[in-house]
């Protein structure tokens, strides 16, 4: 059993996704910090400061102006602005990968010096076909 999972835990592809976890953690902090130091404050400015955690109904409790205070006195809420935060930060980062994504695909366009692969030999059939072919027209 321990040949087996040595033998599991060296295969390429387990490596290969274990590189790309490690990766793709170390890139989440790039993105959370590209989003929220260089993103998120011109969309502040953009829409006047508007934070829309403080967005909720009321369904049961008093009525209160915060959702903080809602949560503090116990009323039951529905919040809506937390989840329309959600999404918009969703939307920022999702967008701002496609950025990321995009721009490494044009730099692997302008590096990819390798020249495209030669087309498929044609099949004997086709090549028997023009050598009769140019016989018949060598006869006229």
Do not use: C, W
């Amino acid at each position: 059993m321990l040949k087996e999972f040595q033998k599991f835990a060296i295969r390429g592809n387990v490596v290969d996704l274990a590189v790309g976890v490690i990766i793709g953690a170390a890139f989440t902090g790039i993105v959370n910090s590209l989003v929220k130091d260089l993103m998120t404050p011109p969309l502040g400015l953009l829409v006047g400061g508007l934070d829309l955690t403080n967005f909720f109904i009321t369904l049961k409790g008093p009525n209160v102006v915060t959702l903080a205070e809602a949560q503090k006195v116990g009323a039951v809420t529905l919040n809506y602005g937390v989840f329309l935060n959600a999404l918009v930060n969703f939307i920022v980062v999702a967008f701002a990968m496609f950025l990321v994504v995009r721009s490494v695909n044009r730099l692997r366009a302008l590096h990819d010096d390798e020249a495209p692969p030669p087309p498929p030999a044609p099949p004997e059939e086709l090549l028997v076909l023009r050598e009769i072919r140019d016989a018949i027209k060598a006869r006229a």
